[in-house]
C-alpha cells in the first residue's frame, strides 16, 4: 500500500494525542484512507524533554521549517498554536504544495480565507476541523450536511475552559482560580488563558463558524465580547438557585435584512433551554435553519481525544483526497452589523437596594419607564435584587443600566448578564 508522509508541528495536549493514534492505529487509518498516512517528522520547542511515549522512527526536530521541508512529508499538522510562526509555517507548507491539517483557530479565524485560496492556488489542501469545538463535527456539518438551508442563527458553548470554570463555581468553596488551574491541568486551556477566559477563543471560533453559515467575511472584530473575569461566583450561586447555568455563550443571528449579529458573552441560561445541561469541557452548538430547523451537536469540545479525533479524521480525509482537485473557496460578502437599537436581548441584574422607603417597588417602576419589561424580581439575601428584565433592545438595556446606577434606591450594581430561556 502506498505511504503518505505526515509532519506534526508541535507534541503537547493536541499533538501527543495526534502522534499516538497515528503510530497505534495506522493499519486501521491505512484501511479508510486507502494508504498509509505515516509519521515521518515532528517538531518541538524542547527536543531533549522525555515526552512519555516512543516516537519510534520518527526524526523529532526543534526547527519547526525542517518539518515543512522534509521531502518525507506530504501533509503537515499543525499543533504548536499561536498566530506566529504558525501563519507562516502554514503558509510556506501550502506554497510547497502540502496540505495542511489544523487545529488552530487563532489563524484560520485571522487568515482562513486567504489560506484556503492559497492552499487552491497551490493545489493543496486546508482542513481545519478540530480549530472549533474540537471533535464536535461542526465545520463537517456546515460544509456539506446543511449546504441545501440558509441558517438564520448559531448558539453555543464553544470554549470548554470557561465552561469548566463556570461549572465548578456554581460548588461552594470552589473558586475561580481553583478551576482554571483544574482546566489547565487536563489539558484544556491555551497557553495562555487568558484567550481563553476573556473570550477570544469562543470569539475565533464563532468568526470560523459564521463564515461557514453565512457566507461573510468577518473578522473578530466584528464580535461583541464580553470574557467571564467578572462574572462574581455570587451571580453563578444565585442563579442556579433559581435554576439558571452561567455558560460563556457564543450567538450569530442573521436579521432578515441581511444584517448580522455576533457576540460572546457570559449568559444566564434558564431551565429546559438546550445548552442548560452544557457542564464541564461539553460543547454544543445549535443551529437554527429553514429546512431543517434545529439542529444541535454536542460533546467533549477540548483536550487531547477529542481534538485528536477531528485532526486524525481531517488526516485520513487529506490521504484519501490527496489527489482531488482542490475546489476554489465559496466567495464571501461584507455583512453589516445589527446596531444595538435592533438587537433584542434579554437580561439579568443584580442589585443591592438602598435603605430608602420603597426602593425596591422604585427601581422596578425605573426599569419600566425606561421602556425594559421586567419579568421577574427575587428577593436574595439582606436587601440584594435580582431582576429578569424582559427582552427589549440591547441599547434600551444599556441605557436602563446607567439609570440604575444614578437612582438613590440603589446601593450597588453587583452583576448584569445577558439571560436565555428555553
Ligand atoms: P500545547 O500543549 O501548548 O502544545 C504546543 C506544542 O507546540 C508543544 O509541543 C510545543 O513544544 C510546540 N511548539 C510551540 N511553539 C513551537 C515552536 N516555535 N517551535 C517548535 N515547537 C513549538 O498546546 P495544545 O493544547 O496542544 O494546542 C495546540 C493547538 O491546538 C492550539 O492552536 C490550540 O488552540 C489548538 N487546540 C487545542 C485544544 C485543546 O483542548 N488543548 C483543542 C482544540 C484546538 P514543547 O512541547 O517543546 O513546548
Ligand atoms: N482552549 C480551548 C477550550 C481548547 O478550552 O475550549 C479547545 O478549542
Redesign the pocket.
Known amino acids: 500500500m502506498e505511504t503518505v508522509g505526515i509532519g506534526l ?8 494525542a495526534v502522534a499516538r493514534r497515528l503510530m497505534e492505529q495506522w493499519e486501521l487509518l491505512a484501511e479508510r484512507a486507502g494508504a498509509t498516512p505515516a509519521l515521518r517528522c515532528v ?5 531533549s ?1 522525555s ?1 512519555g511515549f516512543d516516537l519510534k522512527n520518527v526524526r523529532l526536530v ?3 521549517q525542517a518539518v515543512v521541508s522534509d521531502p518525507a512529508v506530504s501533509i503537515v499538522v ?5 498566530i506566529d ?2 501563519t507562516g509555517l502554514i503558509e510556506a507548507s501550502l506554497r510547497a504544495g502540502k496540505t495542511v491539517v ?6 484560520i479565524a485571522a487568515s482562513g480565507p486567504r489560506l484556503s485560496a492559497l492552499a487552491a492556488e497551490h493545489h493543496a489542501h486546508l482542513y481545519f476541523e ?2 472549533v ?2 471533535g464536535l463535527p461542526i465545520v463537517a456539518l456546515l460544509q456539506g450536511s446543511l449546504l441545501g438551508d440558509r441558517i438564520t442563527a448559531l448558539d453555543g458553548v464553544i470554549n ?1 475552559t470557561t465552561n469548566v470554570i463556570l461549572t465548578q463555581m456554581r460548588t461552594p468553596g470552589v473558586s475561580y482560580a481553583d478551576a482554571l488551574a483544574d482546566a489547565q491541568r487536563r ?5 495562555d488563558p487568558s ?1 481563553d477566559v476573556d473570550g477570544w ?1 469562543a470569539v475565533s471560533k464563532l468568526v470560523i463558524l459564521s463564515r461557514l453559515a453565512f457566507g461573510v467575511n468577518v473578522t473578530s472584530d466584528a464580535v461583541d465580547r464580553r470574557g467571564i473575569r467578572d462574572v462574581a461566583v455570587a451571580d453563578v450561586g444565585a442563579l442556579a438557585q433559581l435554576g439558571y447555568r452561567v455558560r460563556l455563550l457564543a450567538h450569530a443571528e442573521r436579521a432578515a435584512s441581511g444584517a448580522i449579529h455576533l457576540r460572546v458573552r457570559p449568559t444566564a441560561v434558564g431551565p429546559g433551554h438546550l445548552l442548560h445541561a452544557i457542564d464541564d ?1 461539553d460543547n454544543a452548538v445549535i443551529i437554527s435553519s429553514d429546512l431543517a430547523g434545529t439542529v444541535m451537536l454536542s460533546g467533549v ?4 481525544g ?2 485528536a479525533s ?1 485532526v486524525v479524521s481531517d488526516v485520513v480525509t487529506a490521504v484519501r483526497e490527496r489527489a482531488a482537485p482542490m475546489t476554489q473557496p465559496a466567495p464571501l460578502t461584507t455583512p453589516t452589523l445589527l446596531g444595538d437599537e435592533d438587537l433584542e436581548v434579554a437580561g439579568y441584574v443584580r442589585l443591592r437596594l438602598s435603605a430608602e422607603a420603597d426602593a425596591r417597588a422604585l427601581v422596578l417602576q425605573a426599569l419600566e419607564d425606561r421602556g425594559l419589561a421586567v419579568d421577574a424580581a427575587v428577593d436574595l439575601t439582606g436587601l440584594e435584587l435580582a431582576v429578569f428584565t424582559g427582552v427589549g433592545p440591547r441599547a434600551v438595556h444599556d441605557r436602563a443600566l446607567e439609570t440604575l446606577d444614578t437612582l438613590t434606591s440603589v446601593d450597588e450594581i453587583l452583576g448584569d448578564l445577558d439571560r436565555v430561556e428555553a
Open positions: 508541528l508541535g507534541l503537547g495536549t493536541v499533538g501527543s517538531a518541538v520547542r524542547d527536543v524533554r515526552r526543534g526547527d519547526p499543525e499543533a504548536m498554536g499561536g510562526p504558525a489544523t487545529a488552530n483557530k487563532a489563524v478540530a480549530s469545538s474540537a470548554g489539558g484544556f486551556a491555551e497557553a484567550l477563543d469541557a469540545g477540548a483536550g487531547g477529542s481534538t477531528a
